[in-house]
C-alpha cells in the first residue's frame, strides 16, 4: 500500500524566501508528526497533530515556522523568511496510534 | 528532561561480526520503545518496538532488543551482520500516555563486506 509521501524531495532556496513543504500521510491514520533533522543530529519533533484536535506546536522553533492540516488529510509546513540554519532534512510521519511510519523527507538547503 | 542516548556514534563491523548497539533513555515511568533504521537513500522503518509483555523483541531481519527496565536501556542486537546492514540505526521512546518520541541522534553501521 503507499506510504507517506512528501513533496519536494529537495528544496534550494535563497535565505529570506518562503517555503512550503507537503506530506500526505497514509490514509486512515488521525496522527501526523512533523520533524527536523539536521546534519549529524537526531530527529527534532517540531509539531503534532490529532484528528481535529488543537496541534501540538510546542516543537516549532520560532514563529517563522508554522503548520496545517485539513482534518485527517495533507499537511503543510511553512517556514517564512528562511535563515541558512533552517537547512535540514524536514519529514514528516503519520500513525494510527503509537507507532509512526515515516516518509522520504525533504532536504531543504537555504544559501 | 526526558532525553535518549546512542553512546555509538559510529560503528565498523565485519561481515558475520556480533553486533549491539546502545540506548539508554532518562525517564521513570512506563515506556514504548522503538528502533528505526534508515538505509542509505532510504526512509526510516521501524526495525521493531516494545509496548510491554516479554522484554526481549524480536524484529525484522534477525535483530532482537532486550528491555531492561533497572538500566533504563533498550540495547539492538544482531548475533551476524551482513553487509546490507550498513545503515544508520535510531533508537526512539516514547512515554506511554504521550504521543511524542524522543529520538537518539543516531548510531551509524559501516559492515565492511
Known amino acids: 500500500g503507499a506510504g507517506v509521501s512528501q513533496s519536494p524531495s529537495n528544496k534550494v532556496t535563497e535565505k529570506g524566501k518562503d517555503v512550503e513543504l507537503r506530506c500526505d500521510p497514509i490514509?486512515?491514520?488521525?496522527?501526523l508528526y512533523w520533524y527536523r533533522q539536521r546534519l549529524g543530529q537526531g530527529l527534532e519533533f517540531l509539531i503534532y497533530?490529532?484528528?481535529?484536535?488543537?496541534?501540538?506546536k510546542s516543537g516549532l522553533p520560532s514563529d517563522r515556522f508554522s503548520a496545517e492540516r485539513t482534518g485527517e488529510s495533507v499537511s503543510t509546513l511553512t517556514i517564512q523568511r528562511t535563515q541558512q540554519e533552517d537547512s535540514a532534512v524536514y519529514l514528516c510521519?503519520?500513525?494510527?496510534?503509537?507507532?509512526?511510519?515515516f516518509g522520504p523527507g525533504t532536504r531543504l538547503l537555504v544559501l | 528532561a526526558q532525553s535518549v542516548s546512542q553512546h555509538n556514534h559510529h560503528v565498523i563491523l565485519s561481515e558475520a561480526a556480533s553486533l549491539e548497539l546502545g540506548c539508554n533513555y532518562s525517564?521513570?515511568?512506563?515506556?514504548?520503545l522503538f528502533w528505526y533504521v534508515q538505509y542509505p537513500g532510504q526512509h526510516l522503518q521501524l526495525l521493531l518496538k516494545y509496548f510491554s509483555g516479554d522484554p526481549l523483541v524480536k524484529g525484522i531481519k534477525g535483530f532482537e532488543a532486550e528491555f531492561i527496565k533497572s538500566k533504563f536501556s533498550f540495547n539492538l542486537r544482531k548475533p551476524s551482520v551482513q553487509w546490507s546492514d550498513t545503515a544508520e540505526y535510531f533508537c526512539?521512546?516514547?512515554?506511554?500516555?504521550?504521543?511524542?518520541?524522543?529520538f537518539g541522534t543516531g548510531t551509524r553501521l559501516k559492515v565492511l563486506a
Open positions: 525517564y521513570g515511568g512506563t515506556v514504548n
Open positions: 497533530f490529532q484528528g481535529n484536535s488543537a496541534p501540538d
Open positions: 490514509s486512515g491514520h488521525t496522527a
Open positions: 526512539a521512546v516514547e512515554t506511554s500516555g504521550t504521543y511524542k518520541y524522543i
Open positions: 510521519a503519520s500513525s494510527p496510534g503509537s507507532t509512526q511510519y
